[in-house]
């Protein structure tokens, strides 16, 4: 991983280590957006409920919603989220999880966390998810960062970028 300091201001670097345990401790109570790009090259910016999990982001969306038809054509896409004290903006790549043990494991921590969901196969049912999600069954989307950027709201101040080797 690469850091480049990008604050103006004089601050030190953030550090990683203080931006991913924020992301282990957030979990469901943060609020996370999607950004995907619509074929005609429009933005598609939609909440999503997340989870972070060994280096990688998971998103959960129905076959027929716009994100999933945007990522089919283009697997380019951005998640923010405001954690305690950093704002985080993360760009990668999404693809969808086709690994019967990998939705299995992730829908599993979902359930831990209060979800009743579960995984059927590659994909994912419960009694409700997020409106934005569509209706059942979900597909489980794995999110691959290259770069993530951070611009801290609290002491010790200030702004840089990760690029992550791939």
Not at 15 to 31: P, T
Request: proline fraction near 8%.
């Amino acid at each position: 991983m690469k850091a480049k300091n990008l604050d103006i201001y004089g601050s030190e670097p953030l550090l990683w280590s203080r931006v991913l345990e924020q992301l282990e401790q957030a979990r469901e109570k943060a609020s996370y957006f999607l950004a995907t790009t619509r074929p005609d090259g429009r933005p598609h910016l939609a909440g999503v409920g997340a989870r972070w999990e060994d280096g990688k982001f998971y998103v959960v969306s129905g076959p027929g919603t716009r994100k999933s038809k945007n990522l089919a054509q283009n697997p380019n896409c951005s998640l923010a989220v405001s954690l305690d004290d950093v704002d985080l903006v993360v760009e990668g790549t999404a693809a969808k999880v086709t690994d019967p043990k990998t939705v299995a494991r992730v829908v599993a921590n979902y359930a831990a966390a209060g979800w009743p969901a579960h995984a059927e196969g590659r994909v994912i049912v419960a009694p409700y998810s997020a409106p934005s999600a569509g209706p059942a069954p979900w597909d489980l989307y794995e999110m691959t960062p290259t770069q993530a950027i951070a611009v801290a709201s609290g002491e010790p101040f200030g702004a840089t970028r990760w690029r992550f080797s791939q």
